[in-house]
């Protein structure tokens, strides 16, 4: 079947926008849409609102712009093409929406009519304030599955392609550079553990020169699912359903193979010349580190992560010192990618049970039904797409992420576990179970009968 030439509405009235917009009245012409997925009946005699609404789209109704994962070259891979606005509705290549979960505030900017969802960003001077060196890897589907290896590049490779087909195109990555005050490197600097050099350690306050990567998701499906070791398919499916059908082209739209997912992006900050980070001649430190906002911003003592996150940039710039780079990456998975409420209601849980080490895991279990959604699987693409081909310092103890960037083809040459002494005083029951279950250490690795004896505080210490 043709294509549907669908009218431009830019500039009409919001309330004509979706009016013209229509493609699919009956989705059950359709040879190709799974017969589970059909617009919702009404069950109102009143008139829908929404009666004119596009609820999905189907390859026989679209001409998506080519998107070739892994090409050879940019223009050969081509643009991703999220947006439904202009002609997006039957040229639109990507299943989801820009800026990860923050897509939400977007359009309640638009819902709210503070923004005109045919704004045209200007993106004068918003270049990357220093440049990421190519690698083979942005030209290969295997390598990179979880971002858009051209995503900082996008206003300059294809704003000719936005003019001509009349879509938006927009960034997923954005590149800078800053200055960052820490309380803990101010301490370093005053107990001579940093020297300040002017180009990292700026002063005696301790404030260091950072250069920052801003990355939002953008998945490869395909890749994701052989990542996971599960067939497209049923990623699809699990994607569609277990979101209660928030994305049906998921499973309407099988020729879409690119999926921008409602989730946290990643920011990585390089301390030192970023131009090291790729050079296999200089020495890498690396820390990936997972969100905890209760302990990374609010001091939080239940857990190791702020001190584990200033022990890893101390150690980052002591390597940029010594003429190498340190990487800091950090992931929005708060509380291993079940968020915070899951999060405290496990702290409940264990602080009513008593806290010891060896019922750590057990009690995230009970709720959450595993006791890590983090899946390290798609970690390891921001750290190819940098070009790293070696870790001689990884700043972490944990066994997920350095089996997944072994695996990915990264060797690591020495693995440096959080002091003894930065370890707060009710975090040892975290610490003490995650080496039990296969945390690397240099030190005693208890068994399950001694983890019994490592207890926490309990609500009755502190009231
Ligand atoms: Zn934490």
């Avoid at 398919?233 to 049906?248: I, K, Q, S, V």
């Avoid at 008593?354 to 750290?383: K, N, S, W």
């Avoid at 002494?421 to 030190?443: C, H, M, Q, W």
């Avoid at 068994?447 to 210490?461: A, F, I, P, Y």
């Amino acid at each position: 079947m043709a294509p549907v030439a669908l009218p431009r509405t830019s500039g009409l009235p919001q309330s004509q926008i979706f009016a013209d917009h229509h493609i699919c009245k009956n989705p059950e012409s359709h040879t190709h849409a799974p017969q589970k997925v059909a617009a919702p009946k009404k069950t109102s005699t009143k008139a829908a609102p929404f009666d004119d609404l596009v609820l999905t789209t189907y390859p026989e109704d679209s001409s998506p712009i080519p998107l070739s994962w892994g090409a050879a070259g940019p223009q050969a891979r081509g643009p991703v093409v999220a947006s439904r606005y202009h002609d997006g509705l039957t040229k639109h290549n990507s299943i989801g929406a820009h800026s990860g979960s923050y897509c939400v505030y977007h359009a309640l900017a638009v819902g709210s009519k503070q923004l005109d969802p045919y704004h045209v960003a200007d993106y004068t001077n918003s270049q990357p304030a220093f440049s990421v060196p190519e690698q083979k890897s942005w030209y290969n589907a295997k390598d990179i599955v979880a971002m858009d290896p051209f995503g900082h590049l996008t206003p300059y490779l294809f704003d000719e392609t936005s003019k001509t087909e009349n879509v938006e195109i927009r960034p997923t990555i954005a590149i800078t550079k800053a200055t960052m005050q820490l309380f803990e490197m101010k301490d370093a600097v005053a107990n001579k553990r940093l020297e300040v050099d002017g180009q990292v350690v700026l002063n005696e306050n301790g404030d260091l020169s950072v250069s920052k990567v801003a990355v939002e998701p953008v998945w490869y499906l395909p890749g994701v699912a052989e990542r996971f070791g599960v067939p497209e398919t049923e990623l699809r499916r699990a994607l569609f359903e277990d979101t209660n059908g928030m994305y049906p082209e998921l499973v309407t739209r099988p020729d879409i193979k690119v999926f921008l997912p409602p989730i946290g992006g990643l920011t990585v900050y390089i301390f030192g010349n970023p131009a090291f980070v790729s050079d296999p001649s200089r020495k890498l430190a690396l820390r990936v580190h997972d969100e905890c906002n209760g302990s990374d911003v609010f001091g939080s003592d239940i857990c190791t992560c702020r001190p584990y996150l200033m022990f890893g940039i101390e150690e980052a710039v002591k390597e940029a010192q010594q003429g190498g780079s340190g990487v800091v990456v950090y992931f929005r998975k708060e509380g291993r990618a079940l968020g915070e409420v899951t999060k405290y209601l496990v702290y409940n849980a264990r602080k009513r049970g008593g806290d010891t080490a060896d019922e750590y895991f057990h009690r995230t279990e009970c709720i959450a039904g595993v006791r890590d959604m983090r899946f390290q699987q798609l970690m390891p693409d921001v750290l190819k797409w940098l070009g790293i081909t070696r870790i001689d310092r990884m700043l972490s103890m944990s066994n997920m992420k350095h089996d997944a960037i072994v695996e990915q083809g990264i060797p690591i040459v020495e693995r440096v576990p959080i002091p003894d002494e930065l370890v707060p005083p009710d975090s040892r029951v975290e610490i003490d179970a995650k080496i039990n279950a296969g945390y690397f250490t240099n030190g005693k690795v208890m068994d399950q009968q001694e983890l019994k004896s490592v207890h926490g505080r309990t609500w009755s210490d502190i009231e």
